[in-house]
């Protein structure tokens, strides 16, 4: 199956600083890279995705980029705000993976105001 | 938007107990999932079903889980007979195609603690 690194588990930033949080998998036949988030009390909520065929993509304040040949996505958020405070988790898909998707241990974003 | 449903938010049950949990998916979605996340935890897949089966099943979900669509609009999660360690969140998902080409809606979960 897919093995899923996340870094940092935790991060710390002042209200206007960008968040970079990167995500590893090992499966080269992953194709689909969603990001979710997880509010508190609350389920995890897509944010942004990316397919194999495309580097980066970005949506206001958030984008993802790509690395295909290292194996490794990242999310970036910019200007970040107090209610970007989440746990977020990257969960890489490949066909290998049937409808089965495997999470990273998530990243505990705090921002500070 | 429409939202995919959990009840109840918080069930508590005695070791061997069984516990159903509830989930109504999103209307018009063909595909359902549950996963599960341990206090502090990640996300951890369980099954996902697709036309009144399963499709995949993961090491979690041993004899002791079923599910089951009841009917055109619930989805349940069965535990026959609940272990301490089943104490988790259980999470209930849909989407209207499979995991790469729709992403999933997750419900807000049910807590389930085992005593």
């Known amino acids: 199956g897919e093995n899923v690194e996340q870094h940092p588990s935790t991060l710390s930033v002042q209200e206007g600083d960008s968040a970079v949080i990167k995500c590893t998998y090992s499966?080269?036949?992953?194709?689909?890279f969603p990001w979710y988030k997880q509010e508190l009390g609350k389920g995890p909520q897509l944010i942004i995705d990316?397919?194999?065929?495309?580097g980066e993509k970005k949506d206001q304040r958030i984008a993802v980029t790509l690395n295909k040949t290292a194996k490794h996505f990242s999310l970036h958020i910019t200007e970040t705000q107090p209610e970007d405070s989440a746990v977020y988790f990257c969960?890489?898909?490949?066909?290998?993976?049937?409808?089965?998707?495997?999470f990273g241990g998530g990243t505990r974003l705090m921002v500070k105001p | 938007e429409p939202e995919v449903t959990q009840t109840p938010s918080h069930q508590v049950t005695q070791m061997g107990q069984e516990v159903i949990l509830r989930c109504v998916p999103i209307?018009?979605?063909?595909?359902f999932y549950w996963y599960r996340q341990i206090l502090g935890q990640k996300v951890e897949f369980l099954v996902s079903?697709?036309?009144?089966?399963?499709?995949?099943k993961s090491e979690i979900f041993d004899d002791q889980f079923s599910v089951e669509r009841p009917d055109g609009s619930n989805f349940t999660l069965k535990i026959r007979s609940t272990k301490l360690e089943d104490s988790a969140m259980y999470f209930c998902?849909?989407?209207?195609?499979?995991?790469?080409?729709?992403?999933?809606?997750f419900g807000n979960g049910t807590r389930l603690t085992v005593t």
């Open positions: 998902a849909s989407s209207n195609r499979g995991s790469y080409n729709s992403p999933l809606h």
């Open positions: 499966d080269s036949a992953s194709n689909y």
């Open positions: 990316i397919r194999s065929n495309v």
């Open positions: 969960a890489p898909w490949g066909v290998n993976a049937g409808n089965m998707l495997t």
């Open positions: 209307s018009n979605h063909l595909y």
């Open positions: 079903f697709y036309n009144n089966e399963i499709s995949e």
